[in-house]
């Protein structure tokens, strides 16, 4: 009697802990057996792009993100529109914005070469967010992959604010990626992203041309380059981090403090509110910076992933099969 009480009890933690759990299944090791070189492959392709420009590194680190943020880490993001379908590249957080596709074709295209028809596009673009941090100077972690491509995308979730826009308040920022489940020092640390990279003047215009928690210096030098009525200037460039622009570092937080965060969503972190506190610690500490920085980054790659017979993998990132 006892047994079978016992037996019963380890059948139904079993099921609670399969069903309760949709990431259950990536680990660090899904293909070891099946495509060993997988991790090499991405990171010599990451290198020689970076090489080539660094900042597609963070571009590379922003596709992962506008992925996860939509429907989950499932490639959604990659699918070209089509005359029957309409995906996400033309939503208004990506227009003329987000970059890398090229670069996750050239990945794929190897990867297939040496491991046809195993390796999905999701995982592609995990994989190569961490080798992008890496190159540029940041923390390493070990990625979970096993996540499967989608068969569709979603222009209206990615138009509907789900990927925060910036003129986020602090109060959005910390809903949109709690609808996610991810915490509010997941937020404030992964924003620390914008280390790297660039932003194109509208959006952050109206920041430089009409807000007061903004070092004054900084404002002057940053319309320079960015005109204040909207139209022809609306796509010059101005890096997000004004200290070292292509190194993944904690100058972040520092800008913050100094009241030189380029977009309204980066300096609504330290502007009296909650989180100044966050802030204040991680320009302090850049190894607390690139610990929490490691742990949110896991945490947003285990966003609603296909996994087991959800799914499919893509053998062009670009299309469905
Ligand atoms: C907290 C909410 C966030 C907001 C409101 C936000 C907003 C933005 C905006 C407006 C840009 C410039 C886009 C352009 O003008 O073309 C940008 C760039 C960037 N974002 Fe974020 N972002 C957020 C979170 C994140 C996260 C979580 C990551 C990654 C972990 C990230 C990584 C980046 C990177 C690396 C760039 C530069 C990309 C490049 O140079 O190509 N951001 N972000
Ligand atoms: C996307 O950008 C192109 C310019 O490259 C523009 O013609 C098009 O109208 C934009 N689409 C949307 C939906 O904003």
Known sequence: MAIIVNLLLIFSATILIMGNTSSAQLSTNHYKKTCPNVFKVVKSVVKSAVGKEKRMGASLLRLHFHDCFVQGCD????????????????????????????????????VESVCPG???????????????????????????VGRRDSRTASLSAANSGQIPPPSSTLGNLINRFRAKGLSTKDMVVLSGAHTIGQARCTSFRTRIYSETNIDSFFARTR?????????????????????????????????LIDKKGLLHSDQ???????????IKSYSKNPKAFNKDFVTAMIRMGDINPLTGSKGVIRKNCRKIN
């Open 118 to 144: 195993v390796v999905s596009c999701a995982d592609i673009v995990a994989i190569a967010a961490r080798d992008s941090v890496v190159l540029l100077g940041g923390p390493s972690w070990e990625v979970k």
């Open 75 to 110: 490639g959604s993001i990659l699918l070209d529109d089509t005359s029957s379908f309409k995906g996400e590249k033309t939503a208004d957080p990506n227009n003329n914005s987000v970059r890398g596709y090229d670069v996750i074709d050239v990945i794929k295209s190897k």
């Open 223 to 255: 319309r320079g380059n960015c005109p204040r009525t909207p139209g022809s200037g609306d796509n010059k460039l101005a890096p997000l981090d004004v200290k070292t622009p292509t190194s993944f570092d904690n100058a972040y937080f520092k800008n």
């Open 268 to 278: 609504v972190l330290y502007n009296g509110g909650s989180t100044d506190s966050l």
